[in-house]
């Protein structure tokens, strides 16, 4: 079978060469955001990504997209601006003590040991979810919230000093490690329970982290901060309902 010229084994080798340059820009233009602005804010964004599969999907694959899911959608969008407008997290530190980073990698690992345990029954949609929500877990632990003092530490010692520091050779491990576990979640064939568990468990773990190490806390009065959390509550919902769906 060709299409456009390539045999089957060519064109999925050329798509899989295109989709990890594609990860690496996104990986990219992810440090630059948060080098702009703070975890909190940005790593809830990336529930975005089920929005934006609407669209592609429906393009691309023909799949269909209903009033349900475009008003999921909605939601989605609406929830991460009630968070970003009440929540209004600012301030904070650039980077964390070594022993906080070390007890929530500890303690992320656990988590993401009990995953995988509770994912090694031959179930493929237990393991979509689970290997999906450790691949989540990785991605906003580190991927996104270790990324921040990298770039800082970046601006202040140049590149001697990133190349230096435990931060940027546990950031690549951290990467290799949830492209990893999601190309595993992925290859049960379970598309929708993978996609849910990553994107809700990458912007949750992000915001913890961003709240309780880098401390970028939610703006005062407490009811602009049960708002916020409220609204990015039903905005990871609502993008778990649309994967699942």
């Given at each position: ?61 023909a ?20 968070f970003?407008?009440f ?56 991927c ?31 990467g ?39 401390e970028q ?29």
């Amino acid at each position: 079978m060709q299409r456009g010229g390539l045999k089957a084994p060519q064109l999925r080798y050329a798509t899989s060469v295109v989709g990890a340059a594609l990860v690496l820009v996104g990986w990219i233009l992810q440090a630059m955001a948060l080098d702009r602005g703070s975890v909190t804010v940005i790593e809830p964004i990336f529930s975005m990504t089920v929005v934006f599969v609407l669209p592609l999907g429906w393009w691309l694959t023909a799949q269909t997209v209903t009033l349900k899911h475009a008003l999921r959608a909605c939601v989605v969008v609406l929830g991460l601006m009630l968070f970003i407008t009440f929540g209004n997290p600012a301030g904070g530190r650039a980077n964390a003590p070594n022993w906080e980073w070390l007890v929530a990698i500890v303690l992320v690992a656990l988590l993401c040991g009990g995953l995988m345990w509770a994912g090694r029954e031959d179930q493929p949609t237990v393991r979509a979810g689970t290997y999906g929500a450790v691949s989540g877990l990785l991605a906003g632990l580190l991927c996104g919230t270790l990324t921040k003092p990298t770039v800082e530490l970046l601006h202040s010692g140049g590149l001697a000093a990133v190349l230096g520091s435990w931060m940027v050779y546990a950031l690549a491990l951290a990467g290799l490690l949830a492209v990893l576990y999601q190309q595993v979640a992925l290859q049960t064939g379970r598309l929708a329970p993978s996609v849910a568990t990553g994107s809700v468990a990458n912007p949750l773990i992000g915001v913890i982290l961003g709240i309780v190490l880098l401390e970028q806390f939610l703006s005062p009065p407490t009811w602009h901060k049960v708002v916020a959390l409220s609204a990015l509550g039903c905005a990871l919902a609502a993008a778990a309902a649309i994967a699942l769906s």
